[in-house]
């Protein structure tokens, strides 16, 4: 066995976040780790990469003990770690990111040639092409995903841990990042793959280990089980399937009218958008990262000034008012990203529980605790928003279920427009199942709601209507109930529907 973690626990005062785990690896295998959020799979590889020390057990690599202090002490034992957000240099170039650490120089200078090359032989010797000269900066984020392979593949890694790394890719990227990691592995290389996505574990994966609660539930060949009986292991019921009721469409909550915002070089970011969402109605936008959705939703929202155009929200006109007008006048906020949009880090879990409901928490224009104890716990357990307490940090809380809090904030809001961006990146198909019951919720209660996903399958399962986003435009509108996913993969490369 190439790689053995044998009665691995861990435990942070009172909460043990792995309870005596046993994990193994197999030369040339791809074995996915894959639990609800907060299962202690993020923790387990930590300590595989020596970013934390276990309290107890022991790791052996080809049968020998080792023991880790650090990620050089794991680096040298022939162990990568790709991480969820990707750590990279962006003004630097694909060459220098790859061989930083490990620089070829040429007396005290850095050689630039040595490393060129270097870079294009290891994208030759394992298929990953990549441009050396390209700087990071102007790369897409598949691009980015195969140059921290390739960095770790230059550190001599063996055995490379991949941390939820299609979180943020295309379907073609995932396509493509799929086959990449069957090759690789086919060279002899080990990944252990970190996911949520089972659609894509079930393709790519040998083995797959399911935590549940820091406890190992069991540990299954790929071959031999499906997606259903994973979920089952994962949240330890049965999932609910989704009723999606037939809503009487009212007046539009929301209408956008000739929506432009100028780019660089004369290419505008977004361009002479129109559209509307009405009451009851779910309308997702789909298209390829950086074809205008976020400029398109930071415009609504009062984050981005635009150019020209329009917005009317429940029939006030709020072109150019400040985020707090626009939100009073009726709009609730699922940012796409929630560490930069929806939570302060250094602020506890009920102080960003509450941002939003300080008219119904506060008497008097003073906070009440007991409001707030109330209100926030009742999220957190209908949520299953896993933290130590009410007072502990944001930034203590795994990605999925800050997320879960943050969806628990808006969705509470109860207002008659929700924008819902990219709603269940990082969750667990528990709190998946949770978070779209809540959405269709708000639909049948006449909610009207913007959808934008990355993620096809949820676009197609939530929306109504689908808008096709390409180059700053609205490349297509499709009724939901008979869109497939071809027609929406055809929009999103610039082509025409058809069908």
């Given at each position: 066995m190439l790689l053995e973690m044998d009665s691995i626990t861990k435990s942070y005062g009172s909460v043990t976040a792995n309870h005596s785990v046993n994990f193994n690896l197999r030369k040339g295998e791809v074995h996915a780790l894959i639990g609800e959020n907060g299962a202690g799979k993020t923790t387990l590889m930590r300590i595989l990469y020596g970013m934390e020390r276990p309290t107890s057990g022991e790791i052996r690599i080809n049968g020998k003990v080792v023991a880790f202090h650090d990620p050089t002490d794991a680096i040298g034992q022939n162990i990568g770690m790709v991480h969820q957000h990707f750590m990279l240099f962006p003004a630097f170039t694909i060459a220098e990111n790859i061989v930083i650490g490990r620089e070829p120089s040429k007396g005290l200078k850095f050689d630039r040639k040595t490393a060129i090359e270097g870079t294009l032989q290891l994208s030759q010797q394992y298929g990953m092409p990549v441009n050396p000269k390209?700087?990071?900066?102007?790369?897409?984020?598949?691009?980015?995903?195969?140059?921290?392979?390739?960095?770790?593949?230059?550190?001599?890694?063996?055995?490379?841990?991949?941390d939820?790394?299609?979180?943020?890719?295309?379907?073609?990227?995932?396509?493509?990042?799929?086959?990449?990691?069957?090759?690789?592995?086919?060279?002899?290389?080990?990944?252990?793959?970190?996911?949520?996505?089972?659609?894509?574990?079930?393709?790519?994966?040998?083995?797959?280990?399911?935590?549940?609660?820091?406890?190992?539930?069991?540990?299954?060949?790929?071959?031999?089980?499906?997606?259903?009986?994973?979920?089952?292991?994962?949240?330890?019921?049965?999932?609910?399937?989704?009723?999606?009721?037939?809503?009487?469409?009212?007046?539009?909550?929301?209408?956008?009218?000739?929506?432009?915002?100028?780019?660089?070089?004369?290419?505008?970011?977004?361009?002479?958008?129109?559209?509307?969402?009405?009451e009851g109605e779910i309308v997702g936008i789909a298209g390829i990262s950086g074809n205008g959705q976020s400029e398109l939703l930071q415009a609504i929202s009062g984050l981005m000034p635009y150019d020209e155009g329009t917005i009317t929200i429940q029939d006030v006109n709020v072109t150019g008012a400040s985020v707090k007008q626009i939100r009073e006048s009726g709009l609730a906020h699922?940012?796409?990203?929630?560490?930069?949009?929806?939570?302060?880090?250094?602020?506890?879990?009920?102080?960003?529980?509450?941002?939003?409901?300080?008219?119904?928490?506060?008497?008097?224009?003073?906070?009440?605790?007991?409001?707030?104890?109330?209100?926030?716990?009742?999220?957190?357990?209908?949520?299953?928003?896993?933290?130590?307490?009410?007072?502990?940090?944001?930034?203590?809380?795994?990605?999925?279920?800050?997320?879960?809090?943050?969806?628990?904030?808006?969705?509470?809001?109860?207002?008659?427009?929700?924008?819902?961006?990219?709603?269940?990146?990082?969750?667990?198909?528990?709190?998946?199942?949770?978070?779209?019951?809540?959405?269709?919720?708000?639909?049948?209660?006449?909610?009207?709601?913007?959808?934008?996903?990355?993620?096809?399958?949820?676009?197609?399962?939530?929306s109504d209507r689908i808008l096709v986003m390409y180059e700053g435009k609205i490349a297509g509108e499709l009724d939901a109930a008979i869109a497939t996913e071809e027609q929406i993969s055809l929009l999103m490369a610039g082509g025409k529907a058809v069908g």
């Open positions: 390209q700087k990071v900066a102007d790369c897409s984020l598949g691009m980015q995903q195969r140059v921290e392979i390739l960095k770790v593949l230059y550190q001599g890694a063996e055995i490379i841990i991949l939820e790394p299609t979180g943020v890719l295309t379907p073609l990227e995932v396509k493509e990042f799929l086959i990449s990691i069957k090759k690789l592995a086919e060279t002899g290389k080990s990944f252990i793959i970190i996911s949520h996505k089972l659609g894509e574990i079930m393709e790519v994966a040998d083995r797959i280990t399911v935590l549940r609660d820091g406890h190992i539930t069991g540990t299954v060949n790929a071959a031999d089980t499906n997606e259903e009986e994973l979920s089952k292991m994962m949240v330890g019921r049965e999932l609910v399937k989704l009723e999606r009721r037939k809503v009487e469409y009212g007046e539009p909550v929301i209408n956008v009218q000739s929506l432009s915002i100028k780019g660089a070089k004369a290419k505008p970011l977004l361009d002479d958008i129109n559209f509307n969402v009405r699922i940012p796409e990203d929630r560490y930069l949009w929806g939570v302060s880090k250094d602020a506890t879990v009920s102080d960003n529980g509450i941002m939003g409901h300080l008219e119904s928490t506060s008497k008097y224009g003073i906070l009440q605790g007991n409001s707030i104890k109330k209100l926030v716990s009742e999220w957190v357990q209908r949520y299953g928003i896993k933290t130590g307490s009410l007072s502990t940090k944001a930034q203590y809380l795994s990605g999925g279920n800050l997320q879960k809090l943050i969806v628990a904030r808006e969705i509470a809001q109860q207002t008659p427009f929700l924008i819902a961006a990219e709603p269940t990146r990082g969750v667990d198909v528990g709190a998946m199942e949770i978070i779209h019951g809540e959405l269709l919720k708000r639909r049948d209660e006449k909610a009207g709601i913007l959808l934008v996903s990355s993620e096809l399958t949820e676009i197609m399962k939530l």
